[in-house]
């Protein structure tokens, strides 16, 4: 399995994950209005005068309450799941066979095909693993290799304009962030 297939079943996972947490809200939502229905009519015996002039504020006051509440431990369980998620994924791209690791990166580097000159930043636990692949720029003498205590995993190429990060981490944190936000959506609408 290639880390590209770990990322995309990462994604899938965590679609999957997310249609579990929507219904569950579904559930969620009904029994409360069910529990709402009990109320109102417990509150319309008591006093039906009041409680037919205030019904509809009082059912939005309450299930407004109860819906925000409900998508806020839906959002930090979604959280804990793909918190839980992307831990393990890191783990096994971290562990991955040479040979596959080595390849995602080089794609990663192909991106930067255009680039002319610069500084690869290795990061320090990639340091035998990755630097054969960057032997060739290094080569062509408009490319410096060096070794980073700061990054972990991964590389950075430092141009006099841009710096590309190809960091293990900021891929994965990149993934996240896009399905934390296909979560927010969901859960909140837009």
Request: hydrophobic share 35%; proline share 1%; no cysteine.
């Amino acid at each position: 399995m290639g880390l590209d297939d770990i990322i995309k079943r990462m994604e899938e996972e965590a679609e999957e994950k997310i249609r579990e947490i929507r219904e569950e809200y579904k559930l969620k939502r009904e029994k409360l209005e069910k529990t709402f229905n009990d109320q109102l009519q417990k509150i319309i015996e008591d006093n039906k005068t009041d409680a037919i002039l205030n019904k509809n504020k009082i059912k939005e006051e309450l299930l407004s309450k109860h819906r925000t509440e409900l998508k806020l431990r839906l959002l930090a369980e979604k959280e804990k799941i793909v918190n839980t998620a992307f831990e393990e994924s890191l783990k096994r791209i971290r562990n991955a066979p040479p040979n596959e690791y080595e390849e995602f990166f080089k794609n990663k580097l192909l991106a930067l095909k255009n680039v002319s000159s610069g500084d690869f930043v290795i990061g320090k636990n990639d340091k035998d693993k990755l630097a054969g692949l960057f032997d060739g720029y290094v080569k062509s003498g408009n490319f410096r290799l060096t070794i980073s205590d700061s990054i972990e995993h991964g590389f950075l190429l430092v141009t006099e304009k841009v710096v590309y990060d190809f960091t293990l981490e900021n891929i994965i944190n990149e993934v996240r962030l896009n399905i934390e936000d296909k979560v927010a959506r969901m859960l909140f609408g837009g």
